[in-house]
Structure formats: structure tokens, C-alpha cells
């Protein structure tokens, strides 16, 4: 079992900047692949990005490829995401969520709020 915490949410104005933090444990950081997902309201929850677990590949959501960037800090078990161009329908809770076993994204964080401003 993985447990996950997210940080870093918030609100800003668009064009702005953030970066969100989760940090996980329960098994060894570095063995499984980390992702995050958001939900705006009234709508689905989406995949936003992914990185594999040593950090080698990575893979966007095409509305925000070129803006965010995941990251990983396998020394200190915590994924990042840093978003920048922040647009208003970047708008969302945003989750942290592992792939421990190579197979489902199984473990998720509570989540946390970003804002962005018009």
C-alpha cells in the first residue's frame, strides 16, 4: 500500500506559476510510476501526467504539454509537478495517484485545490 499527500495548491492570477508536491510512502518510492490527475468542476476526472519510476520517461495530457513539468525526487519519495502559463481551466483538484504494482493507478492522494485566476 502507498500513501500519498499532495501540497502546493493554491490560487493565482493566469499566466502565473505554481508547484505541487506529493509526497509518498508505504513502499519503496522508486519502483513504481507516479502520475497526476485533476477534476474541474462538473467534469470527469483527467490524466494530466506521468513519470516512470526513475524518472526517464514522462508523458503529458496534450492541454498542458509545453506548461507543466512532473518531476521526481526519488532520494526524498516526492513527485512534483511544476505548472507554469497558468490558464483559468487549469482550474481543478488536483490528485496524486501511483501505479505500484505496473498494472492500475491504484493509490491516491486527497487532493489538492488550484485556482487560476482571469
Known amino acids: 500500500q502507498v500513501q500519498l499527500v499532495e501540497s502546493g495548491g493554491g490560487l493565482v492570477q493566469a499566466g502565473g506559476s505554481l508547484r505541487l508536491s506529493c509526497a509518498a510512502s508505504?513502499?519503496?518510492?522508486?519502483?513504481?510510476?507516479m502520475g497526476w490527475f485533476r477534476r474541474a468542476p462538473v467534469k470527469e476526472r483527467e490524466f494530466v501526467a506521468s513519470?516512470?519510476?526513475?524518472?526517464?520517461?514522462?508523458y503529458y495530457a496534450v492541454s498542458v504539454k509545453g506548461r507543466f513539468t512532473i518531476s521526481r525526487d526519488n532520494a526524498k519519495n516526492t513527485v512534483y509537478l511544476r505548472m507554469n502559463s497558468l490558464k483559468p481551466e487549469d482550474t481543478a483538484v488536483y490528485y496524486c495517484?501511483?501505479?505500484?504494482?505496473?498494472?492500475?493507478?491504484?493509490?491516491w492522494g486527497q487532493g489538492t485545490q488550484v485556482t487560476v485566476s482571469s
Open positions: 508505504g513502499r519503496t518510492f522508486s519502483t513504481y510510476a
Open positions: 495517484t501511483a501505479d505500484p504494482y505496473g498494472s492500475s493507478w491504484s493509490n
Open positions: 513519470i516512470s519510476r526513475n524518472g526517464a520517461s514522462t
